[in-house]
């Protein structure tokens, strides 16, 4: 368990998040390439890729340390459905209409690493799972030489019921300590076929952030961030592995009556 407490920013709408989110993964790009010369990044769908975009997509200052290397990125699914990449509850499509379509050609295309559409009409997602894995594998080194990938940044949603990834409540997956991603068939919100980073995986990562905005989740962040009750929770299990590596972006209405303290800026 990581002992430090994770950081909850907020703001008064969903440009000024914007603009900090960019400032943040911008400087999570830098420090990746100067690490390793590449930024290996995690994504889920919901909301997110929409914001994303708004703050990976706005003109910057033009300096070097302000720009996004999409060329250098190498972009993950945190979660996925076990759909056609073309279909309407694809994470990856979702990625590509809001993000992926928009870059300007001069940043670079950035290599995204998608399930393997031959597998969507299994059965069984185990397949579609392992393949994935492997997938990580091949890029993060193989599984018998390394206990867990670490990811330079994954970026995440949490659901009304405090779910993230395709992690939900008081699900088995929880448990899970050795696959890096794992297949579920039982999903509670539709479609049920899904594939997941497991929990050890998200927060092995150097720095996860979280994206919740609208006060419709002002109950579900109170449970995490206030009840003991919520200390169950997928997002609150990330926040106590992960520690200070976990960043919260949210603005004013998500955290209205939540007594956790918080930051209007970086």
């Known amino acids: 368990m990581a002992s430090q407490s994770p950081n909850l920013y907020s703001f008064s709408n969903t440009d000024a998040l914007a603009q900090q989110l960019r400032t943040y993964v911008l400087k999570n790009q830098n420090s990746a390439l100067a690490r390793h010369d590449t930024f290996r990044v995690a994504v889920s769908g919901g909301s997110l890729p929409t914001v994303l975009a708004k703050a990976l997509l706005a003109p ?3 300096t070097p340390d302000d720009t996004a290397q999409f060329s250098k990125w190498d972009i993950f699914f945190a979660d ?3 759909v056609p990449l073309d279909h309407a509850d694809s994470n990856y499509k979702l990625l590509k209409d809001e993000l992926l379509s928009k870059i300007p050609t001069e940043l670079g295309e950035p290599r995204v690493h998608t399930i393997d559409p031959t597998h969507v009409s299994d059965e069984d997602p185990q397949e579609l799972a392992d393949l994935y894995q492997e997938e990580l594998m091949h ?3 193989a599984k018998d030489s390394v206990k867990l ?5 994954i970026l995440l949603g949490c659901g009304p019921d405090g779910h993230t990834c395709s992690l939900f409540p008081g699900h088995e997956l929880l448990r899970e300590k050795d696959a890096w991603v794992a297949a579920i068939s039982d999903s ?3 479609p049920p076929k899904r594939i997941t980073l497991t929990l050890p995986v998200v927060t ?9 905005t609208g006060g419709g989740k002002k109950d579900i962040m109170k449970q995490i961030f206030d009840s003991e009750e919520g200390r169950s929770l997928p997002s609150s299990l990330v926040n106590q592995g992960a520690g200070d590596k976990v960043s919260w972006f949210t603005d004013h209405p998500a955290v209205e009556g939540v007594s956790f303290p918080r930051r209007g800026s970086l």
């Open 139 to 141: 890029i993060f080194a």
């Open 80 to 82: 996925e459905r076990a």
């Open 188 to 190: 509670p919100k539709p």
């Open 60 to 62: 910057g200052n033009g």
């Open 149 to 153: 990938p670490v990811f330079d940044l």
């Open 204 to 212: 092995h990562a150097v720095n996860v952030a979280f994206v919740a």
